[in-house]
């Protein structure tokens, strides 16, 4: 499985930007497919997710991101509106497999996003 995370930038604050996550199959394959980010300095948390049960999002993300997906494409976005300098971190792409008694994760490389004026 192999992830590719683009669309990172600088963006002013109350700014938007688009991530996209390629995957190298269907998106609906996984248990669940989702964004991460890790701040300078922080531990890697999660952003928003998506399983068969629906989307989760951080709280501090609510009502700003928008979680999606293209399966034809195998193209996983993230909208992000009204960014904040708190926003600024690597935003990682993540997929999840999930068996009795195992669980494994796959990573892509991350994509930088920086929010300043």
């Known amino acids: 499985v192999q992830l590719q995370a683009s669309g990172g930038g600088l963006v002013q604050p109350g700014g938007s930007l688009r991530l996209s996550c390629l995957a190298s199959?269907?998106?609906?394959?996984?248990?669940?497919i989702g964004w991460y980010r890790q701040a300078p300095g922080e531990r890697r948390e999660l952003v928003a997710t998506?399983?068969?049960?629906?989307?989760n999002y951080a709280d501090s993300v609510k009502g700003r991101f928008t979680i999606s997906g293209d399966n034809a494409k195998n193209t996983l976005y993230l909208q992000m509106n009204s960014l904040k300098p708190e926003d600024t971190a690597v935003y990682y792409c993540?997929?999840?497999?999930?068996?009795?008694?195992?669980?494994?994760?796959?990573w892509g490389q991350g994509t930088l996003v920086t929010v300043s004026s």
């Open positions: 993540n997929a999840r497999i999930q068996r009795p008694g195992m669980s494994r994760d796959y």
């Open positions: 199959r269907s998106i609906f394959s996984f248990d669940s």
């Open positions: 998506v399983t068969s049960g629906g989307t």
